[in-house]
């Protein structure tokens, strides 16, 4: 019991940051997993789910058993599914660093839907940051896109593609909570973790990727990977977001993408320019200026 009540009497702010620096690590996990990018991921929400499953148990029933609530679930899992698939491959071909900077565009193609769909009112502010952010961008993979090789390409391709998927899976879990009989977030992360790495384990079968795990050292980090990235992390999130300043939440939550590129400095040898890491820089903060420009009336 002392490890909860430690957990409890943490500050909210201090959780979330927590939980930030946990899930930076997780292209580190990646990295080093002696598995094909679509089986890595697959393993994530496996051995998540059936942790998240556990701790579900012993916290608010699961509730929400609705027809609706299973097609919500399902919606989730493919939004996951191709989330994952997408991001573990950019991982391959940029480095984790870079693959999480662009997976945190989900800002403005959040933003973008709420203007298209839901009638929300354009944000100058938020306006103003979108060109910062791709010229922050542009710094970081190098102006002369031309120049670069294939591979890379497809990894700065497949990183956006990334934040497409996750805005779609973090929209879908938003309506799972607003709903009337909505379950637990602990028992919604996974149940929606169990359709994707159904979803994930028939990718990889598709591309003849073995769901082998070939060693020791691989199945270490596939547990750490799912432990840290997909349970306890989010968990620490979850439970600290709801009681700070969304200006600060947006802060605090920057650390996941900054430290997932100070770790693809210091651990993979990325070769980084006065220009890049400046453009780095660029994009973080433009990143932070969307991610609270939509809800000054939170804060």
């Known amino acids: 019991m002392r490890p909860i009540m ?24 990646v990295k080093f997993s002696h598995t094909g990018p679509t089986t890595t991921g697959f393993y994530r929400v496996f051995f998540g789910g059936m942790i998240l499953y556990l701790l579900s ?3 608010k029933p699961a509730s929400g ?29 940029t480095g984790p660093g870079l693959a999480t900077i662009l997976a945190n565009f989900q800002v403005f ?3 973008l ?9 354009i944000n100058i502010k938020l306006v103003m940051t979108i060109p910062i952010a791709v010229l922050g961008l542009f710094m970081v993979v190098g102006i002369e896109w031309n120049l670069l090789n294939t591979d890379y390409k497809n990894g700065v391709l497949l990183g956006l593609a990334t934040a497409v998927c996750y ?14 009989d909505s379950p637990s977030p602990i028992f919604t992360l996974s149940m929606v973790s169990f359709v994707t790495a159904i979803i994930l384990a028939g990718l990889a079968w598709l591309q003849n990727e073995s769901l082998n795990i070939p060693d020791l050292q691989t199945a270490f980090y596939l547990i750490l990977y799912a432990t840290f990235s997909q349970v306890l992390g989010w968990i620490f999130i979850i439970n600290g977001l709801g009681s700070i300043r969304t200006s600060t939440a947006g802060l605090l939550l920057l650390l996941q993408p900054s430290l997932a590129f100070v770790w693809d400095i210091l651990l993979f040898d990325k070769v980084t320019t006065a220009v890049s890491l400046t453009g780095t ?8 200026l969307g991610s609270t420009s939509r809800t000054a009336t939170d804060s």
């Not at 430690?6 to 996990?29: Q, R």
């Not at 679930?73 to 391959?92: N, R, Y």
Request: hydrophobic fraction near 55%; glycine fraction near 8%; charge should be positive.
């Open 109 to 111: 193609f959040l933003a």
């Open 281 to 288: 820089i660029i994009t973080l903060g433009a990143i932070y």
């Open 57 to 59: 148990l012993i916290s």
């Open 65 to 93: 058993r609705s027809l609706k609530t299973i097609w919500l679930f399902l919606t989730a899992g493919i939004f996951f599914a191709l989330d994952l698939f997408a991001w573990h491959k950019s991982i391959h071909y």
């Open 167 to 180: 805005t779609g899976y973090i929209l879908t879990l938003r309506k799972i909570q607003s709903l009337r």
């Open 113 to 121: 839907f709420g203007v298209i769909f839901m009638g929300e009112r």
């Open 6 to 29: 430690l957990f409890e009497k943490m500050p909210p702010a201090l959780k979330v940051m927590t939980g930030a620096v946990l899930i930076s690590f997780s292209g580190v996990y």
